[in-house]
């Protein structure tokens, strides 16, 4: 069974994948309209246009690195580098492992550093910037915050020594629970809770996305809650307090795509959100 799995991921193709990335979008989509965290007034198609143009930017890099990848993998094979070739366990238990090392290195760790960088959260304020969570949301990222991200994302692939199923399992996953995270749905908060305790929730990624300081620099993970658990950013608290944005950007311009993508250039931007 496992071995039809991991067969599967190796043969992954990429209308497969656009079509899951198409499919979760659309299920969250629908999901937000039934149940609703946030009963926000504005035109749901024009914030999506702004992120999903975005998307495309981030689409176009995805293919880039996806070549240089093949080599990464291709090199891994023939040298047997990277921790997993150090070991000889069950196939489950090396996936779980390098889901666990990719959520940490190309999620936890870039995120942390795309707040904590001032450089690198020039270009993360973009992301911030939207003052409409939803899962749109999750497509909302700069191109050069993309390349951070897929740059760590490689850093994890050698540490691990993956092969090439275990990495496209892992992108499947985190396609998942990014559009799952950013969803604008209310769950009963004693599930939401429930969740949270190993996995990042919706009512936990909310909090990150508050405009000031400190949420702003909390739950930084993507997949797994754990890792701000373990090292002391993790939160949870009342969602009604949240409010959407980044007090450094012109909140009236979250959809402008123009100003999102020249806003990291500016001057006289801040190197960090307001802390009261």
């Known amino acids: 069974m496992i071995d039809s799995v991991v067969a599967f991921f190796e043969n992954l193709t990429s209308l497969q994948k656009f079509i899951w990335i198409v499919g979760c979008l659309s299920v969250f989509w629908v999901l937000e309209g039934v149940y609703p965290l946030k009963k926000h007034q504005y035109n749901k198609w024009k914030h999506a246009k702004t992120n999903l143009v ?35 366990w069950p196939v489950w238990v090396e996936i779980i492992l390098a889901i666990m090392i990719l959520d940490f290195t ?12 001032p450089f690198m959260w020039r270009f993360h304020t973009v992301h911030h ?14 191109p050069i915050d993309f390349i951070f991200r897929e740059t760590f994302a490689l850093i994890g692939v050698l540490i691990a020594g993956l092969p090439v199923a275990y990495y496209l399992m892992y992108r499947i996953l ?46 930084f993970g993507n997949i797994f809650s754990f890792w701000d658990r373990i090292f002391g950013t993790f939160v949870y608290q009342d969602t009604k307090d949240i409010v959407y944005g980044v007090d450094i950007l012109d909140a009236e311009k979250s959809d402008d795509i123009v100003y999102q993508l020249k806003a990291p250039f500016q001057k006289g931007l801040k190197s960090v959100p307001y802390n009261p």
Do not use: C
């Not at 990014?178 to 604008?184: E, M, N, P, V």
């Open 174 to 219: 985190t396609v998942l629970f990014t559009y799952f995270s950013h969803a604008d749905i209310s769950l009963p908060v004693k599930l939401d809770k429930a969740i949270s305790y190993v996995f990042i929730s919706p009512n936990t990624h909310k909090f990150h996305h508050h405009h000031v300081m400190p949420w702003t620099d909390t739950n």
């Open 54 to 88: 975005l998307l495309l930017s981030t689409m176009i890099i995805n293919v880039v690195f996806g070549l240089l990848t093949v080599g990464v993998f291709n090199w891994i094979e023939a040298s047997n580098f990277g921790l997993l070739n150090l070991v000889d």
């Open 106 to 117: 190309s999620q936890y760790v870039v995120h942390y550093l795309l707040h904590k960088v």
């Open 129 to 142: 910037s939207d003052t409409h969570v939803d899962v749109t949301s999750g497509t909302r990222h700069h």
